[in-house]
């Protein structure tokens, strides 16, 4: 299956979430990446936007620690260098943001363990990391709009972990019942 169609039907079925468990661990790591990189474009948009422009403040990065002027005096004054630095602080975003994701999958699916037990759906901890990949599609998109329209959720991350919790045990329901 195409990694789009996987990505629209993560978007609102559970039933569609529990048939990916199936899918191999690669095809699985290809659509993190790609779920990374989709969410990266917004907030790599409104950090270059907000870079290039001196009179639009940086006001989605202030809850980061980061000083919007200090941002942009340093920015000024690194012309002729300016987009080896963009393309680097974009792949160290890039690359951290994979690894949250990744290392969140993994403990999400090893939180979840209890629960596919609870609801007497005996599964694998692959079949379970692969589910916990594609549950984190949901928040990963929520967290990038509101990201993206300004809108600060105090404790997102926590939030978003939730949120992929209740949308991996959910789709664990969805999984058949061994006879």
């Not at 990266?40 to 870079?51: A, D, N, Q, R, T």
């Not at 949120?163 to 991996?168: E, G, Q, S, T």
Request: glycine share 4%; with cysteine; aromatic share 16%.
């Amino acid at each position: 299956m195409k990694l789009h169609i996987r990505f629209i039907k993560s978007l609102w079925s559970f039933k569609s979430i529990a048939s990916f468990r199936f899918l191999g661990v690669g095809s699985t790591i290809m659509y993190v990446l790609l779920l990374t990189l989709l969410c990266m474009i917004p907030v790599f948009s409104l950090f270059l936007v907000g870079l290039l422009t001196k009179n639009q403040p940086l006001n989605n990065f202030e809850s980061f620690g980061l000083n919007t002027d200090q941002m942009q005096n340093f920015g000024s004054t690194l012309d002729g260098i300016f987009p080896i630095i963009i393309a680097v602080i974009y792949i160290v975003m890039y690359v951290l943001f994979s690894g949250i994701l990744f290392s969140g999958a993994s403990i999400l699916a090893a939180v979840i363990i209890p629960v596919a037990q609870l609801l007497k759906r005996k599964q694998s901890y692959r079949h379970l990391w692969v589910l916990s990949c594609y549950s984190i599609t949901i928040p990963s998109v929520l967290l990038t709009v509101l990201f993206f329209f300004n809108v600060h959720i105090p404790y997102s991350f926590l939030w978003f972990w939730i949120l992929a919790f209740l949308i991996c045990a959910l789709s664990i329901t969805k999984i058949p019942r061994k006879k």
